[in-house]
């Protein structure tokens, strides 16, 4: 059974923004988009003790960080700032697949892809929301099949903002205001209904270990998220409640509106039967289990990111259209005092978690941990990686949406090499 409202919950903090290009969220009252950055979720620990150690540099060669438990709940993994890979054991990435585009009806180059999938044979699913067009890839980068148009018909879309791919290679699509499912397995579509109309982006979601598609979706009466599991009939059997905080925010009705460099939450749904949970301006992310149990909180010594005269100038230029077009007021509280730490986060296949950061240079980074939260390596991106579609690893490779010098979208795969 999922967690209802009244059940116990982490204590709450409103997390940070991104610099790198997202696309708008949906209000949370319907969805479409709206002028404004996504609304996120997030869960913040409070404070923990030391009680028992449970962990020490000896557990581990190389690492220097501690773990322990206190009055709340879980395990704290305090890392220190140097991974435990580093020179020449740290690991790299070797780029073996370039995906441009499918050509066909779309074009021979992607539009705005908005949901990347790989399967368990190593196919490349990927949308692109230009052409409303499911590609299938073969695992060198072939264009092997090609499903969709735009529209509200049998095959096909209108807004897809998720989808997953199971261990059976069926594939699911998550398009709201089509209101459904869309189930693809072995050349045949079925689709299901989706009855709550509401999202945020991007999206909570995935295919879980049991080969259910777990979807996030917002819900009167509940703050924050509901991960709703859904069967391979395309019918709900639980739904978990991921608790959001109140963010202070400019509000239009149910709308909210996110302030570009401010607070925003960060979170990833783990197919093992977690949400991964973090603040933007704190690296500090939190695994809780789907009744709401906090597993362990990862943490990395950072140190605030101060925002730039350009910067602020930017958000100040932003704040004056979001006034005058939405005709909300924007507060001074809820201006950005710094940068963001953290943009996005991912969860491999064997239980890694990939942090993407903004680093020193103001470069997109990226970390690895070990799945009990240790810092193992940090990785050189080979391409100017984007971060509205969530990377995916899987069978020790990473998957990523970037962008060439023209602004054109692409897909890469590229091999984790570990020395």
């Not at 790198?20 to 404070?47: C, K, N, T």
């Not at 923990?48 to 438990?69: H, I, N, Y």
């Not at 021979?108 to 890839?137: C, E, K, N, P, W």
């Not at 397995?185 to 299901?192: D, F, I, L, S, Y």
């Amino acid at each position: 059974m999922g967690a209802t409202p009244d059940s116990k919950q982490p204590k709450l903090a409103v997390a940070g923004r991104s610099p790198y290009r997202h696309p708008s969220a949906g209000p949370a009252h319907s969805p479409g988009r709206h002028l404004g950055w996504e609304v996120m979720l997030s869960v913040a620990l409070g404070p923990f003790g030391t009680a028992a150690c449970l962990g020490s540099a000896g557990d581990v060669p190389g690492w220097q960080g501690k773990m322990s438990t206190g009055d709340y709940q879980g395990i704290r993994v305090e890392n220190p700032s140097v991974p435990i890979l580093s020179g020449e054991r740290q690991w790299t990435l070797v780029t073996d697949v370039r995906i441009t585009g499918a050509g066909g009806p779309g074009g021979d180059t992607f539009g705005q892809l908005v949901a990347l999938d790989v399967g368990a044979d190593g196919r490349i699913h990927v949308f692109d929301g230009s052409d409303h067009m499911l590609h299938v890839f073969r695992p060198d980068g072939v264009v092997e099949a090609t499903h969709g148009r735009e529209g509200g018909g049998p095959g096909e879309y209108a807004v897809v903002i998720g989808m997953g791919v199971d261990a059976d290679g069926r594939t699911w699509i998550v398009d709201p205001v089509n209101a459904r499912y869309t189930r693809i397995a072995g050349g045949e579509v079925t689709t299901h209904h989706r009855s709550v109309p509401t999202y945020r982006l991007p999206w909570l979601g995935g295919v879980g270990s049991g080969r259910e598609l777990y979807d996030g979706v917002v819900m009167a009466g509940f703050k924050g998220e509901v991960l709703l599991r859904v069967d391979t009939m395309g019918i709900v059997q639980d739904s978990f409640w991921v608790e959001t905080p109140v963010l202070d925010v400019p509000r239009r009705g149910t709308m909210e509106f996110a302030i570009p460099f401010a607070p925003q939450p960060l979170r990833v749904f783990d197919p093992r039967g977690y949400v991964w949970l973090a603040t933007s301006h704190t690296y500090e992310i939190s695994q809780v289990s789907l009744e709401g149990d906090t597993s362990r909180s990862v943490t990395v010594p950072r140190p605030a990111i101060p925002l730039t005269q350009f910067e602020r100038d930017s958000v100040d230029r932003y704040v004056k259209v979001l006034e005058a077009a939405m005709r909300v007021t924007v507060s001074p509280r809820m201006l950005p005092a710094s940068g963001p730490i953290l943009v996005t986060l991912s969860v491999g296949d064997d239980g890694t978690l990939w942090v993407f950061s903004v680093d020193g240079r103001r470069q997109l980074a990226t970390q690895v941990f070990d799945s009990a939260g240790r810092y193992l390596s940090d990785l050189e991106l080979p391409v100017n990686l984007l971060t509205h579609v969530r990377p995916v690893i899987r069978s020790g490779r990473l998957f990523a949406v970037a962008e060439d010098s023209a602004g054109t979208e692409f897909v890469i795969g590229a091999r984790i090499v570990k020395p």
